[in-house]
């Protein structure tokens, strides 16, 4: 790794900002999947004022971007050619605080899975089905998070972040954001285009878990848990994740690599007499949710393993790297299960995975 020359910029109000882009630099410790490539240059964001002095030096309008939170939902094919902003924005607050809520304010770049859980240790609830979700809280709104019956979407009060376009902070509320399943303007509209800053959650002072998801409530009743808390909702799906995905930190990846797909209720009818087994999840729009997991299982690629790119034994939904797998090693296994799904079930599944390089 070389360290290039710092740059000063001078600001409206005459004050000096020095960013510090460093060359070169090995971005195997910033993904989850471990892939072993570099980026031309890079440079972590420390504060909101580094976003004016980038903003006023002309970066944004010269410099290919790739924004970074956790590096959790993200797949290098290649080298990075262009400056990669590593958020390292911090910091929590309380905004406002009464007997039934709190808002709580929290920086980009905190790691989502301790803020969930500082949330929880102050009694402040509603994020606990959310826990052990790898990466940072300013991606959280990006990909609409979600796991065990919420999306973080259903506790999100606001954010505030930078618009390239107009060189200006923003606050956007709820509908500004158009969140729907894994998705957000910020993969749209504003895709590269927006840097989330801050997140505002509204978090209940009341304790009343949410057991909609059918593993958490057999998990109640096999334990006879009479009146089953957030506590216990966090504990219980901090164990059931242990239990079928792997650590990164043990085994490269990025969580879910495809998204669960959605099909009509006339496809999925069709289907189900078609294939036995099949299940679908009714949504608010009619149409049908459909396990990804399930039909990539069904099509023979669970545990299946192509030199250190493989689908992990334990759910077909992840895709692992057992250490020397290129990103394009993993890209071209998704590509043959991609195709395969589609081959037996008419089903084209989308990736969850953010893909950055050639193809």
């Known amino acids: 790794m070389s360290q290039g020359q710092p740059r000063s910029y001078i600001l409206q109000n005459q004050t000096v900002f020095f960013l510090n882009i460093l060359k070169n630099i090995s971005l195997k410790q910033y993904n989850t999947f471990g892939i072993d490539v570099r980026a031309d240059k890079y440079l972590l964001l420390r504060n909101e004022d580094e976003l004016l002095s980038m903003a006023q030096s002309g970066v944004f309008a010269h410099e290919h971007l790739l924004f970074l939170g956790g590096g959790s939902n993200i797949l290098f094919l290649d080298d990075y050619k262009g400056l990669l902003i590593h958020s390292a924005l911090r910091g929590m607050k309380i905004i406002k605080y009464n007997d039934e809520y709190?808002?709580?304010?929290?920086?980009?770049?905190?790691?989502?899975?301790?803020?969930?859980?500082?949330?929880?240790?102050?009694?402040y609830y509603g994020l606990e089905n959310l826990a052990l979700i790898p990466g940072t809280v300013g991606a959280a709104p990006v990909q609409n998070i979600g796991a065990y019956g919420i999306e973080q979407k259903d506790y999100f009060h606001s954010l505030r972040g930078f618009n390239l376009n107009t060189a200006q902070f923003e606050e956007m509320n709820i509908d500004d954001c158009k969140f729907a399943y894994r998705n957000s303007i910020f993969k749209s509209e504003l895709k590269n285009k927006f840097v989330v800053t801050s997140v505002q959650y509204k978090l209940s002072k009341i304790d009343k878990p949410n057991l909609s998801y059918t593993a958490l409530k057999q998990e109640a009743d096999k334990f006879a848990i009479e009146?089953?808390?957030?506590?216990?909702?966090?504990?219980?799906?901090?164990?059931?994740?242990?239990?079928?995905?792997?650590?990164?930190?043990?085994?490269?990846n990025a969580g879910s690599f495809f998204k669960n797909p959605q099909i009509d209720k006339t496809t999925f009818d069709k289907l189900k007499k078609n294939v036995p087994g099949l299940t679908g999840y009714e949504q608010e729009d009619g149409?049908?949710?459909?396990?990804?997991?399930?039909?990539?299982?069904r099509c023979g690629w669970k545990g299946k393993r192509i030199g250190d790119a493989a689908v992990y034994d334990k759910h077909a939904l992840i895709i692992v790297n057992y250490g020397n797998a290129t990103g394009m090693d993993i890209y071209e296994l998704s590509e043959n299960i991609k195709r395969s799904v589609y081959n037996e079930f008419g089903i084209n599944l989308e990736r969850e995975v953010l893909i950055v390089g050639a193809i």
């Open 102 to 123: 709190v808002i709580i304010e929290v920086g980009a770049g905190e790691n989502w899975h301790n803020f969930v859980t500082i949330c929880l240790n102050n009694k």
């Open 227 to 252: 009146k089953p808390d957030a506590q216990f909702v966090y504990d219980t799906v901090s164990r059931l994740r242990m239990s079928k995905l792997p650590s990164p930190d043990l085994l490269g």
């Open 287 to 297: 149409s049908f949710k459909i396990s990804a997991a399930w039909l990539i299982e």
